[in-house]
């Protein structure tokens, strides 16, 4: 997969090249911003994800600990990607 993804973004600097196999100023420009855009979409997949991910863990823990202490489980999820929730143990 790695070595596809080399091989596309060898192939898009290609076609950015001029006949004298230099860069313009204006396409080096393009190419940096696009891929700064790409790395920032990158990292807030990432961010995203990890959220997601983060929290169903912590919900996971809180709802194993409310069983094993008898109790059962009340919870209102808002945005989980935000961490909006509302969780209660209730001791039987």
Known sequence: MFKFKMKVLELYIYMLKDGTN?????????LTVSLLINLALLVTLIVNLASY???????????SRCYESGGSVKMDVEDLAAGKYDFQCIKK
């Open 53 to 63: 991910h983060l929290t169903g863990k912590e919900l996971d823990t809180l709802t």
């Open 22 to 30: 230099r860069m313009s100023d204006g396409k080096k420009y393009l």
